[in-house]
């Protein structure tokens, strides 16, 4: 157990509207990662963090802005949710101590815009 | 950027069986790490089991084993004495030890055990 929680586990939402997830680690993490996930596609990243107020854009950024203000939350914001973002989000952090850099997941967020 | 394929979209298996997945990279790396990642219906993603690619010794994790193969960019996950708790999506993944930033993956292959 990474000790990872992500909220809410589940979400339906308007197009147009703002969303945020949480993420949320009780183990003081340096490095988090928010990732989503798509049919064919694997697990792709979309911003992550190296520490507080410290982040930057992975793969698939575009539509997703983040914020870190503290150690243990990591945010994700769709400022305006399109359909394509219907999926499934993945926060992770990175254990950089105990297990070689093995990166760990929550249990997932879905969201459908519809 | 480096690629993880596994081209095996989906595999099945009989139940106390073994099976192998594939998975092959692409990297001009010569550090690395590779990982496995088994995601059940639930989709919570499951670390099965990781191999640093310094490391001649193939890893192993109780019924869990890799072939790994650098020259080959090859990095397979043979599954001895198959249970039905291990029908599940697996991934196979590549990190470098030198970007903190990401993970790539590759896109899964779909794992049925039949009884």
């Known amino acids: 157990d990474a000790g990872i929680t992500q909220s809410p586990r589940h979400k339906v939402t308007e197009t147009g509207t703002p969303v945020t997830l949480r993420c949320h680690q009780t183990?003081?993490?340096?490095?988090m990662y928010w990732y989503r996930q798509d049919p064919g596609h694997g697990l792709r990243l979309i911003h992550y963090?190296?520490?507080?107020?410290?982040?930057d854009k992975g793969e698939v950024s575009d539509g997703y802005s983040v914020s870190r203000s503290k150690t243990e939350d990591f945010l994700l914001t769709l400022e305006s949710a399109t359909s394509s973002q219907t999926s499934v989000y993945f926060c992770?952090?990175?254990?950089?101590?105990?297990?070689?850099?093995?990166?760990?997941f929550g249990e997932g967020s879905w969201l459908t815009v519809v | 950027a480096q690629t993880v394929t596994q081209s095996q979209p989906e595999m099945s298996v009989q139940e106390a069986e073994t099976v192998t997945l594939s998975c092959t990279y692409d990297?001009?790396?010569?550090?690395?790490?590779l990982f496995w990642y088994k995601q059940p219906p639930s989709r919570q993603m499951i670390l099965v089991i990781r191999?640093?690619?310094?490391?001649?010794q193939n890893a192993t994790e109780n019924r869990f084993s890799v072939n790994f193969q650098k020259a080959a960019k090859s990095f397979s996950l043979k599954i001895s004495d198959s249970q039905l708790g291990d029908a599940a999506m697996y991934f196979c993944?590549?990190?470098?030890?030198?970007?903190?930033?990401?993970?790539?993956f590759g896109a899964g292959t779909r794992l049925t055990v039949k009884p």
């Open positions: 993944a590549y990190r470098s030890p030198g970007n903190n930033n990401d993970m790539r």
């Open positions: 992770a952090i990175m254990d950089n101590l105990l297990s070689g850099n093995t990166i760990y």
């Open positions: 183990e003081n993490h340096r490095y």
């Open positions: 990297t001009s790396e010569s550090d690395y790490y």
């Open positions: 963090s190296y520490g507080v107020k410290d982040t």
């Open positions: 191999q640093e690619a310094y490391k001649q």
